[in-house]
């Protein structure tokens, strides 16, 4: 189904089942531990070993030798496969640092072994014992000592390295009123509750893995590139993942070493990595440093805009696209943006929630409320006055839908803004400074095509089957909305299938683009199948209703199972789209709303309250997408006040390797959160009508905290996180 014009009323408007608060369908699963993850694929394959996986103790060199002689002698193992046994494999197109394979190491914690036992702990005490010698190189490790020689870069949609918009230079000089202010945000960990973890088999020539993955179309052609099998050769099965946010979007050391220890085994095997692995070996936030020049009239007025971010990754890797959101959030005539790349040797940089906006908007709204705050204006009617209805450096171009100025003001009312002092360090409770901050959410809607299976039974029953995958987001439950809304069925009589890469290839999870694009394609394979049972039943399809497991048309009515009553009907399609998303700007919005307590003694930070407004397009299941948003504001309170990948610039790894020493925020961290959902369709981005949610829920959430913070205590943080030490000294007298 091509969608290239906007969607008129179609099924889905019905709302008998789409929109309503469900409940997951997977959530008996996993609350009774019987959904199987990947390492707990206990059933699949019989007679599986474990492997583990050795990692790299240096960061930058090569590996001179490696003595397995005792390792290989331990009791239980069954091979060993390293690195200088191993030609280097090759790349896929979304990994920039070699998996495994050659003596060179080009980054900490690298794989360079796995050994093969019948038992785990036989597998990690043989581990133990291997000796390895290595030539150790000079390595780059300091993002702020390569900042000032790192080159500048062009962003992945082609435009110049330094993109401009009228004359900002000029215009900035010109402005009454500006800022100009470094911010930095760390470098930051996945840190997902399940590990990197695959079972690997081989039949011949063909690959089976069990894995967690949020991306099977892309995992299944990257796993045949890097070790040169045919793409029908492999195949990946991935129906349950314990959380990704970015991490398992691409093929890791796990799944490429499982079958590599298969092989050589004889036999299946099983890897999951130790969390130092996932946070070493894997794939990480990129840490920035962000300069933001803003120049405005007196009433606020925004007449130049600047954003340069400079990041590290390795050689090849990509930048961390910080100033993307800057580009489309305010008016403003005179813009500047840029980013600088420079070459490190730690773990690979690449995509976690919100990749770009999640560290970008935690720059700019906080340079938006020091704007506001020297021009002595609200920050939700500064927001308001720099308002946009159309791309600010394409003007032909408009928003599909764009209700920003309404999020926040609705969300102002909701949260008692008014009751905010704008004098900073105000307002106290006891020892507790009390402040309240806010900042606007932006994220792109991606429309990107997406297929499905849908076969109608005897029964009634109509099965599902596509590769997308349910990362914790409620995959399940919206794709069988979708269906029976579409069937004209309750939920109980839609089975969906998910994950495996035999099954037409979706959108696949991650960019929120997941539920908008792979509902999409169950919407499209309906379409089809409601035309296959039409004509089965002798109705025209176009004049056929579908309600209640019964199909109507005039005064005849059939009970919808009768098409299937001699054979199955299956039908397949996909979503993909025309020129839609070019001619229309699509985007989603929300106002997030903190309140802070900061103790005036010792300068802890609790977040008292959070509250997000989102104009996200049609909300499929307002239950599920709740969880999304309030997930995504945890990841936003702890972006702000704790995550921090800790480099040891002299070996180059991250010290803070554990969740332990690695800090994510806890219950105890997080107060009641609200969530509140604009009524909005979008029939500009699919004939679902809907966006996504799932990274707009991290948006300058950090930003927000930040703010508050400054509007507690008159302490302006700009360096994330924003830990005690850094205002403790400055904090207002006691007395």
């Known amino acids: 189904m091509k969608f290239d014009t906007p969607a008129g009323t179609n099924p889905i408007d019905q709302l008998k089942v789409i929109g309503k608060p469900t409940d997951r369908i997977d959530g008996k699963y996993k609350t009774t531990g019987t959904a199987p993850y990947a390492y707990e694929r206990h059933d699949v394959i019989a007679n599986q070993a474990y492997g583990f996986i ?91 000592a390569a900042a000032a020689t790192a080159p500048l870069v062009a962003d992945e949609k082609g435009e110049p390295p330094v993109d401009r918009v009228g004359d900002f230079e000029g215009a900035f000089a010109a402005a009454p009123v500006k800022i100009d202010q470094q911010y930095t945000t760390p470098g930051e960990s ?252 932006f994220r792109n809607n991606m429309l990107t095509k997406s297929a499905a299976r849908v076969r109608l039974d005897a029964r009634g029953v109509v099965t599902v089957e596509t590769d997308m995958t349910d990362i914790g987001t409620g995959t399940y439950t919206i794709i069988a909305q979708t269906a029976a809304e579409m069937m004209g069925l309750p939920l109980d009589k839609v089975v969906v299938k998910l994950g495996d890469s035999d099954f037409p290839a979706s959108a696949g999870s991650g960019g929120q683009w997941g539920a908008n694009n792979s509902t999409a394609g169950v919407y499209a394979a309906c379409v089809k199948l409601r035309e296959a049972v039409a004509q089965k039943l002798g109705f025209n399809a176009t004049d056929a209703e579908f309600s209640d497991g019964q199909v109507r048309a005039g005064n005849r009515t059939v009970a919808l199972a009768d098409a299937a009553r001699d054979a199955p009907l299956s039908a397949e399609d996909l979503i993909e789209y025309g020129d839609i998303g070019k001619r229309f700007q699509q985007s989603t919005f929300a106002g997030h709303f903190v309140e802070v307590a900061v103790d005036a003694y010792t300068g802890e930070t609790r977040i008292r309250r959070m509250l997000a407004v989102c104009a996200a397009g049609r909300i499929l299941n307002p239950k599920a997408a709740r969880s999304q948003v309030i997930g995504g504001m945890v990841m936003g309170a702890g972006a702000a006040l704790m995550e921090e990948l800790a480099v040891d610039k002299r070996f180059g790894f991250f010290v803070n390797h554990d969740l332990a020493s690695y800090e994510v925020p806890v219950h105890a961290d997080i107060p009641h959160q609200e969530v509140i959902f604009l009524d909005e369709v979008d029939p500009m981005s699919s004939p679902m009508k809907a966006k996504g949610v799932g990274e707009l829920g991290i948006c300058a959430v950090g930003a927000a905290v930040a703010n508050a913070i400054y509007n507690a205590t008159g302490v302006r943080v700009r360096d994330y996180p924003i830990t005690l030490e850094k205002h403790l000294s400055k904090l207002p007298a006691i007395a």
């Open 54 to 144: 050795v990692g790299s103790a240096i960061a930058k060199g090569r590996i001179a030798a490696m003595n397995l002689t005792d390792a290989k002698a331990a009791p239980g193992v069954l091979a060993i496969v390293s690195t200088l046994d191993t030609p280097k494999l090759t790349l896929s197109a979304m990994n920039v640092a070699s998996l495994f394979g050659g003596p060179d190491v080009v980054h900490y914690h690298q794989a360079i072994a796995i050994v093969v036992a019948e038992t785990f702990e036989q597998a990690r005490a043989a581990a133990s014992l291997i000796r390895v010698d290595y030539a150790r190189a000079k390595g780059r490790f300091d993002l702020e």
């Open 190 to 441: 996945h840190a997902m509750m399940e590990p990197f973890a695959s079972i690997a088999a081989w039949q011949g020539e063909k690959l089976t893995v069990w894995t967690s993955n949020q991306m099977i179309a892309w995992g299944k052609r990257d796993l045949a590139k890097t070790l040169g099998l045919k793409p029908e050769n492999v195949r990946i099965d991935s129906p349950y993942i314990g959380g990704g946010f970015g991490g398992k979007l691409f093929v890791r050391a796990d799944i490429v070493l499982a079958a590599l220890a298969a092989k050589a085994a004889g036999r299946p095997v099983k890897v999951a990595m130790t969390r130092p692995l996932m946070i070493n070996n894997a794939t990480h936030r990129p840490a920035t440093i962000q300069r933001l020049r803003l120049g405005a009239t007196r009433d606020g007025r925004i007449t130049a805009i600047a954003h340069e971010s400079t990041s590290g990754n390795q050689p090849e890797g990509k930048p961390e696209v910080a100033i993307q959101q800057t580009k489309l959030l305010y008016a403003g005539a005179n813009r500047m943006f840029s980013m600088r790349l420079a070459e490190l040797d730690l773990p690979e940089g690449n995509a976690m929630r919100a990749p770009g906006e999640a560290p970008g908007l935690m720059a700019l709204e906080m340079a938006m409320d020091e704007l506001a705050e020297k021009l002595a204006i609200d920050p939700i009617e500064l927001r308001a006055i720099n308002d946009t209805q159309v791309d600010p450096a394409k003007p032909e171009r408009k928003y599909s839908q764009r209700q920003l100025v309404r999020c926040l003001r609705e969300g102002a009312d909701r949260f008692g803004w008014a009751r905010r002092n704008p004098v900073p360090a105000s307002v106290r409770e006891g020892r507790w400074l009390i402040g309240m901050g806010v900042a606007a959410a």
